[in-house]
């Protein structure tokens, strides 16, 4: 997981925060969560929130990763919308 989150792949860097977490590693896997989140992964933005809710996590953590992960989903929409007007 770990070559593969360093060349951007997103779920694995979701899941080495999982296993940072499962190892109690609270603040590695805030900081691998938080970097997929802001890159659009949901289930990292929903593991912050979760870290938030049992006060693992503080709310500026949960804003910052929910800011990240709106302007994230919202760039990819634009592309999106990009791509279908040039194509017609």
Same mark, same amino acid.
């Given at each position: 997981w770990?070559?593969?989150?360093?060349?951007?792949? @997103?779920?694995?860097r *979701? &899941?080495?925060? @999982?296993?940072? &977490?499962?190892e109690?590693?609270c603040? +590695?896997a $805030?900081?691998?969560?938080m970097?997929?989140?802001k890159?659009g992964?949901? /289930?990292? +933005?929903?593991?912050?929130?979760? $870290? &938030? $809710?049992r /006060?693992e996590?503080?709310?500026?953590? *949960?804003?910052?990763?929910?800011?990240g992960?709106r /302007?994230? @989903?919202?760039? $990819?929409k634009t592309?999106q919308?990009?791509?279908?007007?040039?194509?017609?």
């Amino acid at each position: 997981w770990q070559q593969a989150a360093m060349k951007g792949h @997103v779920a694995s860097r *979701y &899941f080495l925060g @999982v296993a940072e &977490f499962k190892e109690g590693n609270c603040g +590695l896997a $805030m900081q691998h969560w938080m970097i997929s989140a802001k890159m659009g992964y949901e /289930d990292s +933005l929903n593991a912050i929130k979760g $870290m &938030f $809710m049992r /006060d693992e996590a503080t709310k500026a953590h *949960y804003a910052e990763a929910l800011r990240g992960y709106r /302007d994230a @989903v919202e760039e $990819m929409k634009t592309h999106q919308r990009e791509e279908a007007k040039r194509l017609g």
